[in-house]
């Protein structure tokens, strides 16, 4: 069944970077799981004391405005008037203990691999990123060397030829 559900693009597609975390937002979730929004906002609020706020939380209107002003995600979200949950890789986690259907089973583990590779990505990024700052640091350490050095030949070629003897 799982790899029936979905695949792992459309999955990655609605990753959001919001407050420095990977999140998924709740009316996507909500549509992986083949279940209306306020169904699994319903059961959230059932087990409130399962999603503490590193684990979930709720986008400001500027955060939501950002996201959508700077993606494909539409303005309209079905008619509610506050901005929607935001779900972190350990909410979404959290959610398999609320949501009980196979679906969601299935869903949480395509999710969970995502966001593993997504992990598996950006740490790879990171190990570049510092491998890059160390060879620039090298490069400017080198770059001031070169410059003494043809300081120092400049000094001597600019003497004059009595001088250089001695």
């Known amino acids: 069944m799982e790899a029936e559900v979905l695949p792992d693009e459309a999955i990655a597609a609605?990753?959001?970077?919001?407050r420095g975390q990977k999140v998924i937002l709740a009316h996507d979730l909500a549509a992986f799981y083949g279940v209306p929004t306020y169904r699994l906002n319903e059961a959230v609020k059932r087990n409130m004391a399962r999603f503490p706020e590193d684990f979930m939380f709720a986008l400001t209107r500027e955060e939501w405005s950002n996201l959508t002003s700077r993606s494909a995600i539409s303005r309209s979200w079905g008619g509610r008037r506050q901005p929607p949950?935001?779900?972190?890789?350990?909410?979404?986690l959290m959610l398999s203990s609320v949501l009980n259907s196979e679906r969601a089973i299935a869903v949480n583990i395509r999710i969970m691999r995502v966001f593993v590779r997504l992990n598996r990505l950006l740490q790879?990024?990171?190990?570049?990123?510092?491998?890059l700052e160390r060879m620039e640091g090298r490069q400017e350490r080198?770059?001031?060397?070169?410059?003494?050095?043809?300081e120092a030949v400049k000094q001597l070629l600019d003497r004059p030829t009595g001088e250089r003897l001695r």
């Open 14 to 18: 609605k990753v959001h970077w919001i």
């Open 124 to 131: 790879n990024d990171l190990e570049l990123q510092l491998r």
């Open 85 to 92: 949950n935001a779900f972190t890789e350990h909410g979404v």
């Open 142 to 150: 080198t770059d001031a060397v070169v410059v003494e050095l043809f």
